[in-house]
């Protein structure tokens, strides 16, 4: 097993890790500790320096102009995009732009022209509305909001839970039951526009995420033409579950990201500060937590590595995606606690992004199936049909 990164590779996050530093951070020091967007002049300046870096487009493949790169390679830059303030929940303020939802690439051409394009240009923004208040573990089983066909229509009626930036968004994907009988073979997905007369932003719903907000959303006969279904009747489960399992190593890569820089931070602090008339990092209780930390993040990054070097190879990868979410949220909740601790008062302070990592990073274990459903998912693939 070789355990290098390619010249291109250590050139591409070097490159990052550059922008990250000299271009992010500091603008973070003159923005809200809380802010999740940027300057809208500085936001188009550096994107103008993005593209420049042949990086624009992250997550679009090379035929819609995306830049050509695999998992592995994506997920080592979002190991370094992660690395400021904002980095969970908005790496890099959206200035490396993305596919936004995925799942349009499988769209119709018409559907491409409406939703997909207009998206890649940053014209229109969608959400992704699977979870509902019955619960979003187990959405097969969970989803009650329900579409009936009427002519060349369908009206859909029901309700979602906990769905991000839905207050904000032009359309979003909403999967409703269109068979009560046939549990997961039951679900379709529908392409919905939020100006629909039937569709409804019930509330806002504040969580420990500093900003991006998550929404209760309502539906009350609303009418979605046919054309406007994602895939096809009853399939609509398998377009959201393809999507979880990939998107499951990004996600551990940007908790990988935080951890890192949390624990450099730590690294350069201890040093320095002094109490009982020696350095904290003379301290065993201290050298311990560093030392814990440096496990919890070798071991995480080497999962998640792996997860992606399957998936790049055609292989199965879900056992190791699950693994890797589950691995890396946990390990970054405990380094980012850690670090807190070892920062004192400081460690608690809007001064630091420490505050903010370790809320965000706390949603971590529960957005994007929560770390029992990750298990759940591991021990599934480990005993197979003996557990079906
Ligand atoms: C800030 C935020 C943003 C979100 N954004 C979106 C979004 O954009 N779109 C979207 O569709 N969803 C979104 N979600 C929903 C998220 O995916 C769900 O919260 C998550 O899947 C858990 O569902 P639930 O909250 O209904 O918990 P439940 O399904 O009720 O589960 C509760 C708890 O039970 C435990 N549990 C569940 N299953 C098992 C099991 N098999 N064995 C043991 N324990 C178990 C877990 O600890 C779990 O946390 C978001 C959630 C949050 C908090």
């Known amino acids: 097993m ?3 990164m390619t010249q291109e590779q250590t050139l591409i996050t070097g490159m990052v890790r550059k922008f990250v530093r000299e271009e992010i951070v500091p603008l973070e020091l003159n923005l809200d500790p809380d ?23 992250l997550g679009i493949p090379a035929e819609y102009g995306g830049p050509d790169i695999d998992l592995m390679t994506s997920t080592l830059i979002a190991i370094e995009m992660s690395q400021h303030r904002a980095g969970l929940y908005a790496p890099c303020y959206g200035t490396f732009g993305g596919a936004g939802l995925a799942q349009l690439f499988e769209a119709t051409d018409e559907q491409k022209e409406q939703y997909l394009f207009p998206t890649l240009r940053g014209e229109k923004r969608g959400f992704f509305g699977l979870s509902e208040p019955s619960g979003g573990s187990d959405p097969a089983r969970a989803i009650q909001t329900k579409a009936e066909r009427d002519g060349d229509d369908w009206i859909i009626n029901g309700g979602k839970l906990w769905i991000s930036g839905a207050d904000k968004a032009d359309y979003g994907l909403v999967f409703a039951r269109t068979d009560k009988d046939k549990g997961r073979n039951g679900v379709t997905c529908f392409i919905v526009d939020t100006d629909n007369p039937g569709f409804h932003v019930r509330r806002v719903v504040h969580t420990l995420r500093s900003a991006h907000y998550a929404t209760e959303l309502q539906f009350e006969d609303m009418r979605i033409p046919h054309a406007n279904i994602l895939g096809e009747v009853n399939k609509g489960f398998a377009i959201a579950s393809h999507r979880l399992t990939r998107q499951r190593i990004p996600y551990a890569a940007g908790c990988l990201g935080v951890a890192i820089k949390a624990q450099e931070m730590a690294l350069e602090y201890v040093p320095q500060r002094e109490t009982f008339g020696a350095p904290l990092s003379s301290r065993q209780a201290i050298q311990w937590m560093l030392v814990d930390n440096e496990i919890d993040i070798k071991q995480a990054t080497w999962i998640t590595l792996e997860a992606a070097a399957k998936a790049d190879n055609g292989e199965g990868f879900r056992k190791e995606a699950a693994m890797a979410k589950l691995v890396a949220t946990e390990a970054g909740g405990r380094v980012v606690d850690r670090c807190m601790q070892m920062f004192g008062g400081l460690g608690v302070a809007k001064d630091l992004p420490l505050e903010r990592w370790f809320r965000e990073m706390r949603i971590r274990r529960i957005g994007e199936g929560p770390s029992e459903v990750q298990r759940h998912v591991i021990a599934r693939e480990l005993l197979g049909e003996s557990l079906r």
């Open 2 to 4: 070789k355990l290098e």
């Open 35 to 57: 802010a999740d967007e940027l300057d809208p002049a500085d936001r188009d300046r550096l994107i103008e320096k993005t593209k420049a870096m042949g990086l624009y487009g």
